[in-house]
């Protein structure tokens, strides 16, 4: 299963965000360090602020942090959170839907996949938070 670039930032910024738990970060600074479009990680980081899995502080000494705990952040909602559904492809229009066996082999691919992800948090991603801190770190050197 290929997961679109807006899941890739939102899980991008989680870890970040996770790797950083000591201080607020921001969105442009995210974004310099995984060298992706600012632009789109706004989009991004409103939609994980309105489900709460960050919080945002307006402001000159703004940012953006962790609205969890780790251990709260369940990687598989939020991948279906931003993958608008779970349904690998759409085969409600096609003709031959009600005798072909593809819709059924899709479903329990995607219902594994899934089951997968549930069982991990983003304190499961973290697992080596030291060594992610360091490669963040090392960076900013070189930028």
Known sequence: MKLTRYTDY????IIYLGAHQDRLSSIAEI?????????NLMKVVQDLARLGYIDTLRGRNGGIKLGR??????IGA???????????????????????????VLAKATNAFFAVLDGY?????LGRRDQIEQLFTFIEIEG
């Open 10 to 13: 939102a899980v991008r910024v």
């Open 31 to 39: 974004s310099r360090q995984y060298d992706i479009s600012h632009n």
């Open 69 to 74: 705990a780790p251990r709260d952040i369940n």
């Open 78 to 104: 939020l991948i279906r959170h931003t993958e608008k559904g779970d349904t690998l492809i759409d085969c409600a229009n096609c003709v031959i839907a009600p005798a072909c066996g593809l819709p059924g």
């Open 121 to 125: 948090t983003l304190a499961d991603l």
